[in-house]
C-alpha cells in the first residue's frame, strides 16, 4: 500500500529565508508525487509534480522540489520565503502503475514571519 | 480560480438528516474525485468517477453515496448524519483519464463544501 508522511506538523521560518518542507513517501512501485497548497477557506491548488527524469522539479509561486529515491523523500524547497506562502501544504503519492487513488500526507503548516 | 464549482459552501444541519453535495467539474475533465477533509484524519479519498461510471473507492461510509450524471456534475450524497460527519468536502476533476490513477495529470480542486452537523 503507498503512503505518505509528512513529519512536521508546523514549520517556521523568516521571511527571505530559505524554506524547506519535507516529505517521505512509500509505494510498491515507481512514485508519481505532488506537491498541493491550501490557502484559509480555499480548495487545493497545484504546485508541482514529478514523474520522471530530473530529480529537481521547478513549480509555481517559486517552489521547487528535490525527488530522492534512496530516501524515498520528494522536499520542497524555496530559497526565499514571502509573508504569502503562508499556508498548509500537502504531499501525494500515486503508483505509476495500477489503478491506485492519489494518497495526501496530513500535511505541514508554514509559518513565515516578517 | 481552478474551474471547479462546488455548491453549497456551507452547511449547517442536524444528525440523523441527509445532503447532497454538488460538485462541476473543469470544462472537458471527465474525472471526479471526492474528498473528506477533517482535522483528525486529514485529506481522505473517498470516491472517483469517470464519465458516469463509479472508478475507485476509497474510505467511503456505506452511508455516503456518490453519481456523475450525463452532464458530467457530481453529486455526493450523506445521510443519516453523524457528529463525525463534519468536515470539509473537496470535490477535484482532471482531464480525461478513465483510471483513478489519473495517468500523469494533477487533480484541479474545488472551494470545497463545509458540512457541520450539529
Known amino acids: 500500500a503507498q503512503s505518505v508522511a509528512q513529519p512536521e506538523d508546523q514549520v517556521n521560518v523568516a521571511e527571505g529565508n530559505p524554506l524547506t518542507v519535507k516529505c517521505t513517501y512509500s509505494?510498491?512501485?515507481?512514485?508519481?508525487l505532488f506537491w498541493y497548497v491550501q490557502y484559509p477557506n480555499r480548495g487545493l491548488q497545484f504546485l508541482l509534480k514529478y514523474i520522471t527524469g530530473d530529480n529537481l522539479v521547478k513549480g509555481s509561486y517559486g517552489f521547487e522540489a528535490e525527488f530522492n529515491k534512496s530516501q524515498t523523500s520528494f522536499h520542497l524547497k524555496k530559497p526565499s520565503a514571502l509573508v504569502s506562502d503562508s499556508a498548509l501544504y500537502f504531499c501525494?503519492?500515486?503508483?505509476?502503475?495500477?489503478?491506485?487513488?492519489?494518497?495526501f500526507g496530513k500535511g505541514t503548516r508554514l509559518s513565515v514571519i516578517a | 480560480d481552478s474551474g471547479v464549482t462546488q455548491t453549497p459552501k456551507h452547511l449547517i444541519t442536524a444528525t440523523g438528516q441527509r445532503v447532497t453535495l454538488r460538485c462541476s467539474p473543469r470544462?472537458?475533465?471527465?474525472?471526479v474525485y471526492w474528498y473528506q477533509q477533517s482535522l483528525d484524519q486529514g485529506l481522505q479519498f473517498l470516491i472517483q468517477?469517470?464519465?458516469?461510471?463509479?472508478?475507485a473507492k476509497g474510505n467511503i461510509l456505506e452511508r455516503f453515496s456518490a453519481q456523475q450524471f450525463p452532464d458530467l456534475h457530481s453529486e455526493l450524497n450523506l445521510s443519516s448524519l453523524e457528529l463525525g460527519d463534519s468536515a470539509l468536502y473537496f470535490c477535484?476533476?482532471?482531464?480525461?483519464?478513465?483510471?483513478?490513477?489519473?495517468?500523469?495529470?494533477?487533480?484541479?480542486f474545488g472551494p470545497g463544501t463545509r458540512l457541520t452537523v450539529l
Open positions: 477535484a476533476s482532471s482531464v480525461p483519464h478513465a483510471t483513478v490513477s489519473g495517468g500523469l495529470n494533477e487533480q484541479f
Open positions: 501525494a503519492v500515486r503508483e505509476s502503475s495500477g489503478n491506485t487513488p492519489l494518497v
Open positions: 470544462s472537458g475533465d471527465l474525472s
Open positions: 509505494v510498491s512501485g515507481n512514485p508519481y
Open positions: 468517477y469517470y464519465n458516469g461510471e463509479e472508478r
